[in-house]
């Protein structure tokens, strides 16, 4: 499990009760789920929570229930909020959305990219490449999702993007649990490569081609190692 990244006395504000403030709690906490502040299958302890953030229990309660309608705690029965455990079947169905999703979208993107979109899709790759080549896996993780976001924010499909970004959130946390094989390290950059190369041709086909396979190695190399 993830290593405790910041001390639990830490007090987050939260600004004064809103109609915003249960959405940037639920965001706080969220963002502490995926960096290891709390870990799968954690209790969420109500006294923890209202020191960390700095508030009462009831926008705390309100995000809580956000966060399970999210799929990221589960709250039992007279016991509390527990972060979710991630496993291999959930991880797997985010996979497949993402494989029925993605690369198609990925095509139209490529199919009207400017020389713009190219130098944006190339500058994050080079901050891609150095976090490899440091083997900094909260990096790798960012910049990977960073460069597909920005593949799919040339032409956007709102609805998707909002259901892709949640699922990034869950696999990132995963990956920062279980990191990168050497032999995957290795292929993500000329596959990246090719990508880019693909969407500066406008080649809606060849570019669908290449993101599904890049989503299926990253499917088959995660999923081996993950929990049943």
């Known amino acids: 499990m993830v290593g405790k990244a910041v001390a639990m006395s830490s007090v987050i504000p939260i600004m004064p009760m809103q109609a915003t403030t249960y959405q940037r709690l639920r965001n706080a906490i969220r963002a502490d789920i995926i960096t290891g502040v709390y870990g799968p299958a954690e209790h969420l302890k109500m006294a923890t929570l209202v020191e960390r953030y700095g508030t009462s229990p009831a926008p705390i309660r309100e995000a809580l229930g956000q966060l399970e309608g999210e799929g990221w705690i589960e709250i039992l029965p007279n016991r509390g909020a527990r972060v979710r455990s991630i496993e291999r079947d959930f991880i797997r169905e985010l996979f497949e959305i993402r494989l029925s999703l993605e690369p198609p979208l990925a095509g139209y993107s ?3 990219a400017r020389p713009s979109d190219i130098d944006a899709l190339r500058a994050i790759h080079v901050d891609y490449a150095k976090a490899i080549g440091a083997r900094d896996v909260a990096a790798i993780s960012s910049t990977n999702g960073a460069f597909h976001a920005r593949i ?13 970004e949640q699922h990034d959130a869950f696999v990132g946390a995963t990956r920062r649990r279980f990191g990168f094989p050497d032999h995957r390290l290795q292929d993500m950059i000329p596959e990246h490569e090719a990508i880019i190369a693909a969407c500066a041709a406008n080649d809606e086909a060849l570019t669908r081609r290449l993101m599904r396979s890049h989503i299926q190695r990253s499917i088959d190399e995660l999923i081996e190692r993950l929990p049943r």
């Open 152 to 164: 799919l924010r040339i032409r956007p499909n709102r609805s998707a993007l909002v259901l892709l």
């Open 110 to 112: 490529a199919a009207v």
